[in-house]
């Protein structure tokens, strides 16, 4: 296939057409970094950079027969921004060549990889990186809490260490994505169908004041919850206790986010706290289960501060 094929076909959502793309493009583009960086790291980085880049933007690419001067361009642009003094912490989506059309607004990477039909193969590359970097991506990329220093509370690591993980997944990603282009994506996707009805189901349980057994069933008998401030409990009792408390007051958790990748699970509620105590809950809640088999075994938990103004 031509490069204008293969463009067509990965605006039209072919995730093998666009891994091809890219994997024909490499050298090139690497050759084209080591020119304006030298050799080391930081040209292998721009290429991973770039990548990325054009992974979410190839919709909006205007002239596809041009595909190859729109990454050069963009390569040339991160090249530029690694040479740049003065610069702030480079991102992970920048601004794009004159070869693509840009909107009056910037859509997020999850928007984008749903408009494009590729979310399924972008799990399916998340499943290939250890299990540290990606919770780290999944969070920042496609959770609601996506400071560094939210992570970092998330995750009870130093922001320093969130800051590095995300250096190395920009260059795992991009290689894992390649990798697992050409294959199938099945279950992925049946895994996220499969979470988010469960959780659905247990929270509308929940709601509707019947209980919380489809809730608790999924977790081990002795499982761990860690809490941003560094409170540690073990065991069903403390959730079950937790879960009883709401059930009596009246106050609800509506599942807002759900983000899966084989062992790992972002689940993301609004409070809906009592009238009478509107203050009882924080605003919301991230969970972020590990799972160990069928059941989860560890899960992090964070509360989301209160606004300005708003008392206990």
Known sequence: MTDLELVRAAQRGDSVSLGILFERHRAPLYALALSML?????????????????????????EPEAVGAWLRGIVR????????????????????????????????????IDRLALRDWVWTALSELPEALRVTAMLRYFGNYTSYEEIAAILGIPVGTVRSRLNRIKAKLADALLKTAELEHDEARRLTESQTRYWGAAWDEFNRGQGYELFASAFSSDPVWI??????????????????????????????????????????NDYENPPDDPFRCPPAISWIGFYRGEEIHRTHLYFAPRRGGEER
């Open 38 to 62: 030298g050799h080391g790291p930081d040209a292998q980085d721009a290429v991973h950079d770039s990548f990325l880049i054009a992974l979410r933007n190839i919709d909006r690419l205007r």
């Open 77 to 112: 642009n991160v090249c530029l921004r690694r040479l740049s003094r003065g610069r702030t912490e480079k991102t992970l989506f920048a601004e794009l060549p004159r070869y693509a059309e840009k909107g009056p607004s910037e859509s997020s990477a999850e928007e984008v």
């Open 227 to 268: 809490l941003a401030d560094g409170a540690i409990h073990r065991g069903r009792g403390w959730v079950i206790e937790e879960a009883e408390g709401d059930l009596e007051t009246g106050t609800r958790l509506h599942l807002t986010n759900i983000v899966v990748s084989k062992d790992v699970i972002v689940m993301e």
